[in-house]
C-alpha cells in the first residue's frame, strides 16, 4: 500500500540535497495560472507535474542555498510550464466541457520530451491482444466478480467478524530496507510505526477524525488534503469488502498479468472523488492489481500496488508480498506477521485530539 498521498507530494518536491522542499506562503504568491487554489492543492499540482514529466522540482524552479524560490521565473521551462496549462484548459474547456481528458501526462508519459511518433509493440504484446480478443465483449458483472473476491478471501461470515489487525513486515525502497508494524481497528483507526537506521521511529496515526506524525523531531498534526489521505489509508475494510466500497463500478476489459487472465473493475470509491480499477483473477476471483488515482487540480495521480504469495489466516487469505509504485516511488513489502483479532490498546490510535479540517 502507497504510504498516502503525502508522500507523493513530498517525493515530487525533493530537492538535490535529498531533503523536502515545501513552498513558503511568499512562494505563491506569484501564481499566474493556477489562481484560486490553496497551498496544499497547490503543492499537490505541482507534484502532478513532477510525476507526469519524471522531473524534480528543480526543473521548473530556482534552487538557492535555503531551498527552493518558486516565486521566481528564471527558468525558461517555467514559462514553458505555464502555457502548457493554459494549453490543456483551453482544449478541455472546448472540446470536452471542462473535464480533465488532457493532461500533462496525456502526452508527456513520464517524460520532458512528449512523443510525436506511434508506440512500437513486441511479438508477445501481439499475442496477447489477439488472445484477449476485442475489446467491448461480453464480461461477468462488477458486483459478481466483486462478490467472487469476497468468497475467495474467506467469505462474508468470516469478514463479518474481523474488528482488529496487525502487521509486521520489512519494506525495500530505493534508498534501503527498514521495518515496520501497523495497527488497524475497524473501521478507520490505523497506526504504523516504522524504524529505519539506528532505530530512528516514525509514527503516522489516524483516529478515525483527527491525524498527527510522530518523529524524532517531534509531534505535529496533518491537516487538510495530508489529512483526507491518511483517512483514506486507515479504510480497515479498503482490501476486504470490496462489493461495499464503490458507488458505481464495471467491467471493462479483459486483461493478463504474469501470463494469468484478469478481469478489470473500475469503480468510484464511495463518498469522494477517488476512481481505482482492480484486475481480478479470472479463475481464482483474487486481487491482483489495484490501481487509484487520486484528483488533483491538473490531472489524476495514479499509484499501484501488486498482491501476491496469498495465504490464510485465521481464516482470511491475505497477501505476503505487496509491490507499490507511482510516478516518483517504488516499494516491495513482505509480510512477516498478521494477525486479525488481536487486542490493540487504544492508546495507539491517540491523535491528540487534532481536528479535522483544511
Known amino acids: 500500500m502507497i504510504r498516502f498521498f503525502a508522500v507523493l507530494a513530498i517525493s515530487a518536491i525533493v530537492g538535490s540535497a535529498g531533503r523536502a522542499q515545501s513552498p513558503s506562503p511568499n512562494d505563491l504568491r506569484n501564481i499566474q495560472v493556477l489562481k484560486g487554489l490553496s497551498r496544499d492543492q497547490v503543492i499537490y499540482a505541482m507534484g502532478f507535474i513532477s510525476q507526469s514529466l519524471g522531473v524534480t522540482c528543480d526543473y521548473c524552479h530556482v534552487r538557492v542555498d535555503r531551498g527552493l524560490r518558486a516565486d521566481l521565473d528564471d527558468k525558461k521551462e517555467k514559462q514553458t510550464a505555464r502555457a502548457m496549462l493554459s494549453m490543456t484548459k483551453a482544449i478541455n474547456d472546448r472540446d470536452f466541457g471542462g473535464r480533465q481528458r488532457i493532461t500533462c501526462a496525456t502526452c508527456h508519459d513520464g517524460h520532458t520530451q512528449p512523443a510525436a511518433s506511434n508506440p512500437v509493440v513486441d511479438l508477445e504484446t501481439l499475442k496477447t491482444r489477439l488472445a484477449l480478443g476485442r475489446p467491448g465483449g461480453s464480461y461477468p458483472a462488477a458486483a459478481a466478480l466483486l462478490a467472487k473476491y469476497e468468497r475467495a478471501i474467506g467469505g462474508s461470515s468470516v469478514l463479518a467478524g474481523l474488528k482488529t489487525r496487525i502487521d509486521k513486515y520489512t519494506v525495500a525502497e530505493p534508498g534501503g530496507t527498514w521495518t515496520a508494524e501497523t495497527f488497524r481497528q475497524a473501521p478507520n483507526k490505523w497506526a504504523e510505526a516504522t524504524t529505519r537506521g539506528q532505530n530512528t521511529v516514525t ?30 489509508t486507515a479504510d480497515f475494510w479498503r482490501d476486504l469488502k470490496l462489493s461495499e466500497r464503490y458507488s458505481s463500478a464495471e467491467t471493462i476489459e479483459r486483461a493478463r498479468i504474469d501470463g494469468g487472465d484478469m478481469y478489470v473493475v473500475r469503480g468510484h470509491v464511495k463518498g469522494s472523488a477517488i476512481e481505482e480499477q482492480l484486475w481480478l483473477d479470472a479463475e481464482s476471483g483474487l486481487l491482483r492489481r489495484r490501481m487509484t488515482y487520486k484528483p488533483t487540480a491538473l490531472g489524476s495521480l495514479a499509484d499501484q500496488t501488486d498482491f501476491e504469495d496469498y495465504r490464510v489466516v485465521d481464516g482470511v487469505k491475505v497477501p505476503f508480498l505487496v509491490k507499490t509504485a507511482t510516478g516518483a516511488f517504488a516499494t516491495i513489502r513482505t509480510y512477516t506477521e498478521i494477525r486479525f483479532n488481536a487486542r490493540i490498546d487504544d492508546t495507539r490510535f491517540d491523535a491528540g485530539g487534532n481536528p479535522r479540517g483544511r
Not at 517531534?218 to 483514506?232: I, N, P, Q, Y
Request: glycine share 14%; no cysteine.
Open 203 to 232: 509514527t503516522w496515526v489516524f483516529d478515525g477524525a483527527g491525524a498527527k506524525i510522530v518523529s524524532p523531531a517531534g509531534s505535529r498534526s496533518v491537516t487538510g488534503l495530508d489529512r483526507d489521505d491518511m483517512a483514506f
